[in-house]
């Protein structure tokens, strides 16, 4: 499977941005999917995740009400909005995916995705 991270870019505090993550090489309906962020001098952590439905999502409470998951299936693709965001978004974002049967609980935690996307950059200016 492979992973196409893309949308990042530069924007100004209080703005949006939309990330995709285009996948190929599986079948993209029988993966749960994440998001992760790396800024500078930190380490990864979990952003947000999805079921393979869609029915089912999670994100971290320092992006809740913020970003939103989602993914459509027939584009064999996922989503992250990121609404009002903050100098402290800014970040490599990385896309994930996980054959396993993770429940939502299991989303955070990196060592449960298989698959792993190349990362797209958001700098967010104050």
């Known amino acids: 499977v492979q992973l196409q991270a893309s949308g990042g870019g530069l924007v100004q505090a209080g703005g949006s941005l939309r990330l995709s993550c285009a996948a190929s090489?599986?079948?993209?309906?029988?993966?749960?999917m994440g998001w992760f962020r790396q800024a500078p001098g930190k380490e990864r952590e979990f952003v947000a995740g999805i079921s393979w439905s869609g029915s089912s999502t999670a994100c971290a409470d320092s992006v809740k009400g913020r970003f939103t998951i989602s993914r459509d299936n027939t584009k064999n693709t996922e989503y992250l909005q990121m609404n009002s965001l903050k100098p402290d978004d800014t970040a490599v974002y990385y896309c994930?995916?996980?054959?396993?049967?993770?429940?939502?609980?299991?989303?955070?935690?990196?060592?449960?995705?298989?698959?792993w996307g190349q990362g797209t950059l958001v700098t967010v200016s104050s």
């Open positions: 994930a995916s996980s054959r396993r049967p993770v429940t939502t609980t299991g989303y955070p935690l990196s060592k449960f995705y298989d698959y």
């Open positions: 090489g599986g079948t993209f309906g029988n993966y749960v």
